[in-house]
């Protein structure tokens, strides 16, 4: 646990264009994952996770006397809109790339297959969308304005096998009623990779990270901190009494009324697929970035130290990651 500062707000799409509220939820990215291979160790990572971007940099090495190639896949985070309140932290319009996830190995850029599937109600219904026309990212505009257009027939179909349900909203020509999509987009970034024999690989991906954000935080607040989210908040992001402390100074000097004087940010990041290679990670090395000073930061973590003015180090041996990091940033919110 630590408590210095944070970086920028990645951007966020609103779940339907004509809907808004003070909190954006984020998803949780991760790293890469392949088939358990007894030959294939990972000999270190280098995780670095901003506001901004998130970087991983690998270093495996092939034990056998043969050159070894896997499949090695980066899988996003799904994408579901349960209700038409859910605002959902997307950082670019790119139906596929969302993440603008983009890979190297041995310094060189390597090209990547996508894969695309959508679910509702746990049947694949991918092709049916795409025999449509309908696109299939359902956070999108124009995926909305794909839906409004289909014949009422096809409404009720979309409603009967759990596709979409009926919203009714003004989207600037009066209140009408609009197919919204209800089903859940699974995409995977997947290539083929060659472990020379007995040598070192090194691989490199980097993307933006989906950052959840409120536009104030209620930490700090006597009646909020007595409901169950702030236990949740307590375990998940290891919040000790001297940040609780920082926090409570900040608001008695931005008085009552005002509250606390800060927005939150949050980060999550699956450790986990790091366990899918050979053995533990002999060499593990966290970077968290908190971009300004200014800000304050909890996350869980051992003997983490500052390494510059806005970064902070957590290095462990041997590492097998059991569970997720979880980064909550406060960010200074500028005087009313």
């Known amino acids: 646990m630590l408590k210095p500062a944070v970086a920028v707000l990645a951007a966020a799409i609103s779940a339907a264009p004509a809907l808004a509220n003070d909190t ?4 949780a990215t991760g790293g890469l994952i392949f088939v358990h291979n007894p030959d294939i160790e990972m000999r270190a990572e280098d995780l670095f996770v901003s506001a901004k971007e998130i970087s991983v940099r690998y270093r495996f090495f092939n034990n056998a006397p ?14 579901e809109i349960e209700s038409m309140d859910d605002n959902i932290a997307v950082p670019t319009e790119d139906p596929a790339n969302f993440l603008a996830f983009r890979t190297a190995v041995n310094g060189t850029p390597t090209a990547t297959n996508v894969q695309q599937r959508v679910l509702a109600m746990g049947v694949d219904r991918t092709q049916l969308l795409r025999s449509l026309g309908i696109p299939l ?32 909203y003004d989207a600037g020509k009066g209140m009408k009623k609009h197919l919204a999509p209800r ?12 472990f020379r024999a007995r040598g070192e690989t090194l691989i490199e991906h980097r993307y933006k990270p989906s950052v959840g954000a409120s536009v104030q935080t209620s930490l700090g607040s ?20 001297e940040f609780l402390a920082d926090v409570e100074k900040a608001r008695n000097a931005a008085g009552n009324n005002a509250g606390t004087p800060y927005s939150e940010e949050r980060i999550d990041y699956v450790l986990r697929t790091g366990a899918n290679w050979s053995g533990p990670i002999q060499d593990f090395r966290l970077v968290v970035d908190s971009g300004d000073a200014g800000s304050l930061v909890s996350f869980c973590g051992q003997d983490v130290k500052k390494i510059a003015g806005t970064q902070y180090e957590m290095r462990k041996t041997d590492f097998t990651p059991e569970g997720n990091l979880a980064v909550l940033i406060l960010k200074k919110m500028p005087p009313r």
């Open 24 to 27: 954006t939820a984020e998803l």
């Open 183 to 194: 089903w859940t987009l699974q995409t995977t970034y997947y290539w083929e990779q060659t």
């Open 137 to 168: 990212a359902p956070h999108l505009k124009v995926t909305y304005e794909a839906l409004d257009r289909l014949p009422a027939e096809r409404w009720n179909e979309f409603l009967r096998i759990g596709l979409a349900e009926i919203e009714e």
């Open 222 to 241: 006597p009646a909020e901190m007595q409901e169950r989210w702030f236990q949740d908040y307590k375990e998940k992001y290891c919040l000790t009494p």
């Open 66 to 79: 043969q050159d070894i190639t896997v499949l090695v896949a980066f899988p996003m985070p799904d994408i």
